[in-house]
């Protein structure tokens, strides 16, 4: 049975798209059995594109076809919740309170990290940690 690991951020455009599309090419190399997904929790109008250029520019650096992953933004769903194994928030400071508004029965199942937006550190110093 492949398990399901639920990235979540802001705009679904940028971290937990990083996450999702590295995750899933080296579950997939290694045969584990789980899959990322990923979500936004408050999507962005203003973005260009279906994907970050920085997070574009990251997966190709790591020899990773962005082509296949080109999707706009998908919101988060109390269904993505209820099919997901394991939840990670990227960034505990900026997504607790979209979280606790948003999906407070689901907080407890969630796991928090502290990888910061581009208003706070560089996608050379934040990707990494993803």
């Known amino acids: 049975m492949t398990r ?12 937990s798209r990083f996450a999702e599309i590295f995750f899933n090419w080296h579950a997939e190399r290694r045969v584990v059995p789980w899959r990322a997904e990923s ?3 408050e999507l962005f109008a203003d973005n260009v594109g279906p994907m970050s250029t920085h997070t ?11 082509g296949p992953h080109q999707r706009l933004p998908l919101v988060a769903a109390h ?3 209820e099919s997901a194994h394991h ?3 990227v960034q505990a400071t900026e997504h607790r ?20 937006d581009l208003n706070c550190a560089s996608p050379q110093e934040a990707i990494p940690h993803l």
Do not use: K, Q
Not at 4 to 15: A, K
Not at 56 to 66: E, M, Q, T, V
Not at 103 to 112: C, M, N, S, V, Y
């Open 4 to 15: 399901t690991v639920l990235f979540l951020c802001t705009g679904n455009y940028y971290r």
């Open 87 to 89: 939840v990670v928030a």
């Open 79 to 81: 269904r993505d919740f």
């Open 56 to 66: 574009i520019a990251r997966l190709r650096r790591h020899g990773i076809p962005d």
């Open 39 to 41: 979500r936004g929790l």
């Open 97 to 116: 309170p979209m979280l606790e508004r948003l999906f407070p029965t689901w907080l407890g199942r969630i796991e928090f990290w502290e990888i910061p």
